[in-house]
């Protein structure tokens, strides 16, 4: 669009006026008739001087407006300003005369009138030059812009369409017309099964269809950009991202991922059914046996020592249990997840200066084995940094499940730490990657918030993949 009434720069009206059309044949035309009216003015001044007057008063200076006015319209400022400062020239002479005789104020007065519609004119004409030459400058920018977007639609390896406001496929370019063949003229709705109001909204950024080219399901990511403005609306284009490998590479790095999770959980429940098989098994016949023993010792020393001997057996043996406990929970497979961290919690509140509080909340649902295992080991972790770095007194989990959704909330009120700080790679910087690593595997996600001397919260959402639910009671 041109902009109205635009504003000519100093610099080009300068050089417009002292630049005219010295080429044009029309120009000097124009100055030979102000020549010739220049002379005849004078020339009728002179012998009504001399002889009385040919005309009342003489020959008006408003017949310059003819010469000049054309060389305004026609060349603009460079045209009228030449040829008003040759008007002026050449009626100096003119000036000479008397006033009385010569109509010395009418000729001034009329010689203005000319300056100021040479220059008016002139301006105007500028400005509309100047507003046709930017319209013309934009037009040709447009048609570079444009034809340089269409070498890039058209040699872009992602197929991209062009959408009217209504979701009309108006134009597609090569590597779209392979991928669905002619879309022009089908909505987009028809071809993909999306909504175009859903579509300009941002809602969906993800497709995934068979292409016809290919006899296999391709799946792509969506870029949706506004274009220019028009009458009729805005036109979008729409980008498809073929994301197929990177899709397929990260869910195999997911289910390798998943694999060396279980193959994990496999490896600690062997070694907790080997060690509660047979190292936990022959140091409780120990302790059987030393008990049995225990009477046939006659001196005190000696009673004093085998009770201690006993009693480091026991230790051992609690020891070995709390191991296989955290290598592999037996409840979880047998009662589920809630039963599992309740232990969890309980054997803390025995073995360490802590109290803790758990709170269950919605429907209790049953999920995947998958995700059972690594909700727990989240609360795993978390609880074990509380006793290694919070030092803190009181330990709340919360469960909260909702529909297929379980989110596992653990809140301590210890030392807190600053998450924002660069620090080196710690234990528990390493535990707090690993929680968020096993969420994220599962789907999930799991946030740690955190201020030094305010405690650390930390907060877990996993699908559970629903199995059963049962009624909290």
Same mark, same amino acid.
């Given at each position: 669009? *041109? =902009?109205?009434?635009?504003?000519?720069?100093?610099? *080009?009206?300068?050089?417009?006026?002292?630049?005219?059309?010295?080429?044009?044949?029309?120009?000097?035309?124009?100055?030979?008739?102000?020549?010739?009216?220049?002379?005849?003015?004078? $020339?009728?001044?002179?012998?009504?001087?001399? %002889?009385?007057?040919?005309?009342?008063?003489?020959?008006?200076?408003? #017949?310059?407006?003819?010469?000049?006015? $054309?060389? /305004? +319209?026609?060349?603009? #400022?460079?045209?009228?300003?030449? =040829? =008003?400062?040759?008007?002026?020239? &050449?009626?100096?002479?003119?000036?000479?005369?008397?006033?009385?005789?010569?109509? $010395?104020? %009418?000729? &001034?007065? %009329?010689?203005?009138? !000319?300056?100021?519609?040479? +220059?008016?004119?002139?301006?105007?004409?500028?400005?509309?030059?100047?507003?046709?030459?930017?319209?013309?400058?934009? @037009?040709?920018?447009?048609?570079?812009?444009? %034809?340089?977007?269409?070498?890039?639609?058209? /040699?872009?390896? *992602?197929?991209?369409?062009? +959408?009217?406001?209504?979701?009309?496929?108006l134009e597609a370019n090569p590597t779209a017309l392979q991928l669905h063949g002619d879309a022009t003229g089908q909505m987009i709705s028809d071809l993909f099964g999306v909504s175009n109001h859903d579509l300009v909204e941002g809602r969906i950024t993800q497709l995934s269809f068979h292409a016809s080219d290919i006899d296999e399901e391709r799946i792509f990511r969506l870029s949706v950009t506004n274009l220019e403005p028009s009458a009729s609306g805005t036109t979008r284009q729409v980008v498809l991202e073929d994301v197929t490998e990177e899709y397929r590479s990260e869910r195999e790095a997911r289910a390798w991922a998943m694999e060396v999770l279980q193959t994990q959980e496999d490896e600690r429940r062997r070694i907790a059914r080997e060690i509660h098989d047979d190292p936990l098994q022959r140091l409780l016949q120990l302790a059987r046996r030393l008990e049995v023993l225990e009477p046939s010792i006659? *001196?005190?020393?000696?009673? @004093?020592?085998?009770?201690?001997?006993?009693?480091?057996?026991?230790?051992?043996?609690?020891? +070995?249990r709390d191991v296989t406990r955290g290598l592999h929970p037996a409840g979880l497979e047998q009662h589920g997840l809630v039963a599992a961290v309740r232990g969890l919690l309980m054997d803390l509140g025995v073995d360490e200066d802590l109290t803790t509080d758990f709170v269950v909340t919605g429907d209790i649902i049953t999920g995947s084995k998958e995700a059972e295992i690594g909700l727990f080991r989240i609360v795993q972790e978390a609880v074990n940094n509380v006793i290694r770095?919070?030092?803190?007194?009181?330990?709340?989990?919360?469960?909260?499940? &909702?529909?297929?959704?379980?989110? !596992?909330?653990?809140?301590?009120?210890?030392?807190?730490?600053? &998450?924002?700080?660069?620090?080196?790679?710690?234990?528990?910087?390493?535990?707090?990657?690993?929680?968020? @690593?096993r969420a994220i595997l599962l789907d999930g996600r799991c946030e740690v918030r955190s201020t030094l001397g305010q405690g650390t919260t930390v907060e877990s959402s996993i699908p559970l993949h629903r199995a059963a639910v049962e009624r909290l009671r």
């Open positions: 669009m *041109s =902009t109205p009434n635009p504003r000519i720069p100093i610099n *080009s009206i300068l050089a417009r006026a002292l630049h005219p059309p010295v080429r044009e044949c029309a120009f000097w035309g124009v100055q030979a008739m102000i020549v010739f009216w220049a002379i005849i003015h004078v $020339y009728v001044d002179m012998h009504s001087m001399l %002889q009385g007057s040919i005309l009342p008063y003489g020959v008006p200076i408003d #017949l310059l407006l003819i010469p000049v006015g $054309y060389a /305004a +319209l026609r060349y603009g #400022l460079s045209g009228s300003a030449a =040829t =008003t400062l040759w008007a002026i020239l &050449l009626w100096l002479p003119d000036l000479v005369i008397p006033g009385d005789r010569g109509h $010395y104020r %009418q000729d &001034l007065v %009329q010689l203005a009138v !000319v300056v100021i519609v040479a +220059l008016f004119v002139g301006l105007e004409i500028e400005r509309a030059h100047l507003e046709r030459t930017r319209a013309e400058v934009a @037009e040709v920018e447009r048609r570079t812009a444009e %034809q340089h977007y269409h070498r890039l639609f058209d /040699a872009n390896t *992602s197929p991209i369409l062009l +959408l009217d406001p209504t979701g009309i496929v006659e *001196s005190k020393d000696g009673d @004093e020592q085998f009770t201690a001997v006993r009693e480091e057996v026991l230790r051992v043996v609690g020891l +070995l770095h919070a030092r803190a007194t009181n330990l709340v989990v919360s469960i909260h499940f &909702l529909d297929d959704t379980a989110l !596992v909330t653990i809140i301590d009120d210890g030392i807190g730490c600053d &998450l924002s700080r660069n620090e080196p790679i710690s234990g528990n910087h390493l535990g707090i990657m690993s929680m968020r @690593e």
